[in-house]
């Protein structure tokens, strides 16, 4: 591994700490992944643990030309910190630099290999963060990371509890309900087999697998019910979401797959005119949200809305139309 670490995290963002829990993480080796974050004591759920602003922004990152031109802007103690960082490139990044530099990758410099192949291994698409980089992948995370434009910073929050010692984890992937075939290719753009306990093949990676497996065909069905709405009838979506929410609880999936599970249900209750019902679910979207990115996010204080709006229904005070309908798509 390439990445030399600094392990007192509150030394090791070129910003002030602002009002998160870094104090109850640490950076250190881990058997074979590298560098990794670990708790030093108990971190309840719904922690923020870290929330801290960009090392190096830039959304997108497909030309390699922009990726340096934004490294050789960064002041020289936020280089040296980008550079630190573990760099990966996976082989369509050569192809890219070829298209985009007309060079070849062996024909770069060091330094060049090394900023291209950091942003590629540590790119949360608006851009790198200095400490968050060093959290190693998890099919199953304990961590779920958001960026807010409110207070522009990424946050990384616990969504369960984690015990004193453990490993931090967040998804690298969009893949809670995928099937393992599929999350190992989009990890290898990471360079790293996942030997998570999803991805493992004994007996309880094979459950899991199985369980994934389901998830997936109702997630799948709930999509295109979703977009053209004639897969199945209301009450059926209804059905699949709260099945969907339930295996991922099993799963152990806490991040904002979970959410949007919740809000389908929530969804579908006012589909079929039960207003009471959806702010339940609504209610728990909120609570779910809270854990995952915090109140201070605008997706939050979006479901934070919604949930009263549903108790002016339940109330009286307001009548669902079709325009207050649109709000819960
Ligand atoms: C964002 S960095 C994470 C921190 C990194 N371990 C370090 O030393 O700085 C991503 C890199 O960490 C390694 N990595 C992350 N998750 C891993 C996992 N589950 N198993 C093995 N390696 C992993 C891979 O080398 C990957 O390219």
Redesign the pocket.
């Known amino acids: 591994?390439g990445?030399a670490?600094t392990n007192d995290p509150s030394q090791s963002d070129s910003a002030p700490p602002t009002a998160d829990a870094r104090h109850l993480i640490t950076v250190k080796d881990?058997p074979?992944?590298?560098?990794?974050v670990f708790a030093t004591s108990p971190i309840p759920r719904a922690t923020r643990i870290l929330s801290t602003p960009l090392l190096l922004s830039l959304n997108g990152g497909e030309n390699p030309a922009e990726i340096l031109a934004a490294v050789n802007k960064l002041s020289a103690a936020d280089r040296a910190a980008y550079l630190a960082?573990?760099p990966?490139a996976p082989p369509v990044r050569k192809d890219l630099v070829k298209r985009h530099i007309g060079k070849r990758w062996e024909a770069l410099e060091q330094w060049e290999r090394d900023a291209i192949g950091v942003y590629d291994?540590?790119s949360f698409e608006v851009g790198v963060y200095d400490l968050p980089?060093?959290?190693?992948?998890?099919c199953i995370p304990n961590v779920h990371y958001e960026y807010n434009p409110a207070i522009e910073r990424g946050t990384f929050h616990a969504v369960r509890d984690i015990a004193e010692g453990e490993e931090l984890?967040i998804s690298?992937i969009n893949g809670g309900s995928r099937l393992k075939s599929w999350r190992q290719p989009k990890?290898d753009m990471?360079?790293?087999?996942?030997?998570?306990a999803a991805c493992t093949p004994d007996a309880e990676g094979k459950k899991r697998e199985a369980r994934r497996k389901q998830m997936f065909e109702l997630d799948q069905k709930l999509a295109r019910q979703s977009v053209y709405g004639n897969e199945m009838t209301a009450s059926q979506a209804l059905k699949a979401a709260t099945q969907l929410a339930g295996l991922q609880v099993a799963e152990g999936i806490a991040n904002r797959e979970l959410r949007t599970s919740y809000h389908d249900a929530a969804r579908y209750c006012l589909e079929l005119g039960n207003a009471k019902l959806a702010l339940l679910w609504a209610e728990k979207e909120y609570a779910h949200e809270k854990v995952c990115v915090g109140d201070d996010h605008p997706i939050c204080q979006a479901v934070a809305a919604r949930v009263d709006l549903l108790k002016d229904i339940g109330a009286g005070k307001a009548e669902l139309t079709k325009e207050l309908m649109e709000c819960f798509h």
């Open positions: 591994m990445a670490g881990t074979s992944s590298g560098l990794g960082l573990h990966f291994a540590n980089s060093r959290i190693n992948h998890s984890f690298y990890l990471w360079g790293f087999v996942c030997q998570c």
